[in-house]
Nanobody
Framework: QVQLVESGGGLVQAGGSLRLSCAASERTLSIFAMGWFRQAPGKEREFVAAMNWKGGVTNYADSVKGRFTISRDNAKTTVYLQMNTLKPEDTAVYYC????WGTGAVVPHEYDYWGQGTQVTVSS
C-alpha cells in the first residue's frame, strides 16, 4: 500500500505562485506514473498534469499548460506541481495519485493510490 501526502496548498492572489508537494511512503516512486488532479466544489475531479513512470513524458491539461510544471526530485520520493500565474478558476482541492508502471494517464480510474488532497484558493 502506497501512502501519498500532499502539502503546499494555501491562499494566494491571482497571478501568484504555489508549489505543491506529494511525498510517498515508498522508498522510491520511480516505478510509478504520477498524476495531479483537482476537484472544485460541485464539479467532477479533473486532470491537471501527469508524468509517466520513466519520467520522460509529461501531460498537461490545456487549462494549465504553460503555467504548471510537474517534476520529481532526484531521489524520486517526492513529486511536485509548480503552479505559476494562478487564476481564480484554479481554486480546488488538489490530489496527487500514483499508477504503478503507468504512462501518465489523464483519467482518475487509471491510478491506484491517492493522497488526501490539499486546498488551493486563488483570490481575484
Amino acid at each position: 500500500q502506497v501512502q501519498l501526502v500532499e502539502s503546499g496548498g494555501g491562499l494566494v492572489q491571482a497571478g501568484g505562485s504555489l508549489r505543491l508537494s506529494c511525498a510517498a511512503s515508498e522508498r522510491t516512486l520511480s516505478i510509478f506514473a504520477m498524476g495531479w488532479f483537482r476537484q472544485a466544489p460541485g464539479k467532477e475531479r479533473e486532470f491537471v498534469a501527469a508524468m509517466n513512470w520513466k519520467g520522460g513524458v509529461t501531460n498537461y491539461a490545456d487549462s494549465v499548460k504553460g503555467r504548471f510544471t510537474i517534476s520529481r526530485d532526484n531521489a524520486k520520493t517526492t513529486v511536485y506541481l509548480q503552479m505559476n500565474t494562478l487564476k481564480p478558476e484554479d481554486t480546488a482541492v488538489y490530489y496527487c495519485a500514483a499508477d504503478r508502471w503507468g504512462t501518465g494517464a489523464v483519467v482518475p480510474h487509471e491510478y491506484d493510490y491517492w493522497g488526501q488532497g490539499t486546498q488551493v484558493t486563488v483570490s481575484s
